[in-house]
């Protein structure tokens, strides 16, 4: 339809518009379904990041396995306990080693024990040991004790992605003296479930 006005030497024309306006599709506009997916994504992308670090990154023990690389305070305190107030370790030989995924350390000490005091020793020092480990927030996991010639105690734990284990071995080593070793270890744990730290026997 045209308009002609009349009040002016020049006409003007006016035109209906036929055609509706066409948007252009905007590139932020996306469905419920599309951000699940993308937030599955880079979820996915994540976790698998972090267990790679994790799997890979220089191996880095605990502060209980640190701090604790002598144990002689705590077992002359545990001999005077006992009423041994004269009581000094005798002998002390030590091994250590650190990698990329694991490290461990070995004390061997000769005490004056005799055999009737030695499950109060074990039991004093393993409640220590549990007292450390809670103070360093690490999850006890596993303890296990063992009787015969060679009394043996091991506590199992967890720290973040580190797992580890103390094992304390206590034996007869003649009159009125026994034989200990303190067998330190811990290790990056695996990507999936818990690890089973066994008991690994020193020999004699």
């Given amino acids: 339809m045209i308009w002609q006005c009349e009040c002016g030497p020049q006409p003007i024309t006016i035109t209906r518009m036929d055609q509706t306006l066409q948007l252009r599709p905007s590139i932020w506009r996306f469905s419920l379904r599309e951000l699940l997916l993308v937030t599955l994504a880079v979820a996915a992308f994540l976790g698998w990041g972090s ?23 705590d077992i002359v305190a545990i001999l005077n306990a006992l009423g041994l107030p004269e009581a000094r370790i005798n002998a002390k030989a030590e091994s250590y080693g650190n990698g990329p995924s694991a490290a461990h350390r070995t004390i061997e000490q000769k005490l004056p024990l005799t055999k009737a005091n030695c499950a109060a020793f074990l039991d004093e020092f393993q409640q220590r040991v549990l007292e450390k480990l809670s103070a360093d927030n690490c999850r006890v996991r596993q303890t296990v004790g063992g009787g015969g010639s060679s009394d043996v105690r091991t506590v199992g734990y967890l720290r973040g992605p580190v797992a580890g284990a103390i094992h304390i071995f206590l034996s007869a ?32």
């Fill in 51 to 73: 267990l790679l670090y994790q799997q890979y990154h220089a191996f880095v023990p605990t502060s209980f396995f640190v701090d604790n690389s002598d144990w002689s305070d």
């Fill in 173 to 204: 080593a003649g009159d009125d003296q026994a034989r200990l070793v303190i067998a330190m270890h811990e290790e990056r744990r695996p990507w999936l479930g818990e690890i089973n730290i066994g008991v690994v026997m020193v020999g004699e």
